[in-house]
């Protein structure tokens, strides 16, 4: 079995934002040299987030606003804050939208259905977090 550990690292310059990040995913699958197998893309911070979905800008503009209406940004608002952060609402915001993906690698390619994209989420930005890309298989 083959496997491929890396470590990629995002900095928005926003407090939220999503960063298409399938690109550097799929160069790490093609250098894995796996053919057959699994790869996993995991936010690597409480307040980031990996998911799965389309990369057109109004979609991405209605996960904004939604994600605001949700859990908006108001360090008042949330216990969490009290230990003297004011990110609960990133918090809020990461489980919602989701900690990771697993995506299929089938004839040494990513398996995605039909405008399948993989974003990187960030809800409390302007510094840099990680992301761990997990590929195994033969």
């Known amino acids: 079995m083959k496997s491929l ?3 990629l690292t995002f ?3 926003e407090r939220m934002g ?3 990040v399938t690109g550097e995913v799929e160069a790490l699958v093609a250098r894995s040299g ?3 197998g699994l790869c996993l893309v995991n936010a690597m911070h409480i307040t980031a987030s990996i998911f799965i979905n389309d990369d057109e800008p109004g979609l991405h503009q209605d996960y904004r606003e ?3 209406r949700l ?3 108001s360090p008042e608002a949330y216990r969490h804050n009290r230990t003297g952060e004011d990110n609960g609402d990133a918090h809020h915001k990461r489980q919602i939208m989701g900690r990771e993906v697993v995506v299929a690698i089938t004839e040494g390619r990513l398996d995605f259905g039909p405008w399948e ?3 990187y989420g960030e809800f409390d930005g302007l510094r840099p977090k990680r992301v761990l890309v997990k590929i ?3």
């Open 66 to 68: 939604w994600l605001e």
């Open 18 to 20: 999503f960063v298409n």
């Open 71 to 73: 859990a908006p940004f």
């Open 11 to 13: 900095t928005v310059p």
């Open 5 to 7: 550990t890396e470590h």
């Open 34 to 36: 796996v053919q057959e």
């Open 117 to 119: 994209q993989i974003f």
């Open 136 to 138: 195994i298989g033969e």
